[in-house]
T-cell receptor, first 114, second 114 residues
Framework: AQSVTQLDSQVPVFEEAPVELRCNYSSSVSVYLFWYVQYPNQGLQLLLKYLSGSTLVKGINGFEAEFNKSQTSFHLRKPSVHISDTAEYFCAVSDRERDDKIIFGKGTRLHILP | ETGVTQTPRHLVMGMTNKKSLKCEQHLGHNAMYWYKQSAKKPLELMFVYNFKEQTENNSVPSRFSPECPNSSHLFLHLHTLQPEDSALYLC?????????????FGSGTRLTVV
């Protein structure tokens, strides 16, 4: 069975500073990896996904993530955050072979400080 | 709008009421999902439907009853709920063919059980 660990429940960062949101996964099989963002009072929106190929994945809103198979990590980064990035961010994994459902981490709330 | 529409956006119901949540997508997706999002808990997968057939019931109490009349519509029928069932209920869909493995989420129904 797969699982996802997001080590930080909240991350405060100053506006225009860089940020990294950490994600580690556990799986005995090959996986697909995702990051989703949830703005207040909204559903989840896909930021980026890793399916295969290059381990550095670029997504929307200037975010990127790097797949590290040896460390079973998929950390999300942005070089300069804006107040509009205030949201909850979810890392998720699905089984590459079965691919019938997606398992989410508990989420990391990103606080942008002025 | 993401292409997945959930109604109502907010619902307050008593423990003896019967109500239904509706999810609709016209993206041509053929898998649909119900997730429950409670405060301080990870997103919980409730039900999975592939081509209108239920393929997973994640140990959900029988007071939640899903229905998928066609690939575009998904319902969650509610009866005799408990206060701990108060949560954000999210619907998602995805295509089962092709290389796009993205899940598209609706904005959710915020349910309060009183």
């Amino acid at each position: 069975a797969q699982s996802v660990t997001q080590l930080d429940s909240q991350v405060p960062v100053f506006e225009e500073a860089p940020v990294e949101l950490r994600c580690n996964y556990s799986s005995s099989v090959s996986v697909y990896l995702f990051w989703y963002v949830q703005y207040p009072n909204q559903g989840l929106q896909l930021l980026l996904k890793y399916l295969s190929g290059s381990t550095l994945v670029k997504g929307i809103n200037g975010f990127e993530a790097e797949f590290n198979k040896s460390q079973t990590s998929f950390h999300l980064r942005k070089p300069s955050v804006h107040i509009s990035d205030t949201a909850e961010y979810f890392c998720a994994v699905s089984d590459r072979e079965r691919d019938d459902k997606i398992i989410f981490g508990k989420g990391t709330r990103l606080h942008i400080l002025p | 709008e993401t292409g997945v529409t959930q109604t109502p956006r907010h619902l307050v119901m008593g423990m003896t009421n019967k109500k239904s949540l509706k999810c609709e997508q016209h993206l041509g997706h053929n898998a649909m999902y119900w997730y429950k999002q409670s405060a301080k808990k990870p997103l919980e997968l409730m039900f999975v439907y592939n081509f209108k057939e239920q393929t997973e019931n994640n140990s959900v109490p029988s007071r939640f009853s899903p229905e998928c009349p066609n690939s575009s519509h998904l319902f969650l029928h509610l009866h005799t709920l408990q206060p701990e069932d108060s949560a954000l209920y999210l619907c998602a869909s995805r295509p089962l063919q092709g290389s796009d493995y993205g899940y598209t989420f609706g904005s959710g129904t915020r349910l309060t059980v009183v």
